[in-house]
């Protein structure tokens, strides 16, 4: 039986990059931060100890 337990759009999680000189030097380092929003906390409270499915969509216009 298939039974719809949640659904939502939005970001579920926040990526930045952000790249760095090394100092006195040519090369580069780039910090990526991964940061999950409420969405992502929400999702995972509600399929904590179920068996699911789960398919991602990309929307047209990408970031909020």
């Keep these: 039986m298939k039974k719809e337990i949640?659904?939502?759009e939005g970001?579920?999680?926040e990526y930045?990059?952000?790249k760095v000189e090394l100092d006195g030097r040519s090369d580069?380092?780039?910090h990526r931060k991964e940061t999950p929003t409420r969405l992502?906390?929400?999702l995972k409270e509600a399929i904590k100890g179920k068996s699911v499915r789960?398919?991602?969509y990309e929307?047209?216009?990408g970031e909020e």
């Design 40 to 42: 992502w906390w929400e």
């Design 11 to 13: 970001v579920f999680v």
């Design 28 to 30: 580069e380092l780039i």
């Design 6 to 8: 949640f659904r939502r």
């Design 54 to 56: 789960i398919v991602v």
């Design 59 to 61: 929307l047209d216009g």
């Design 16 to 18: 930045e990059e952000k």
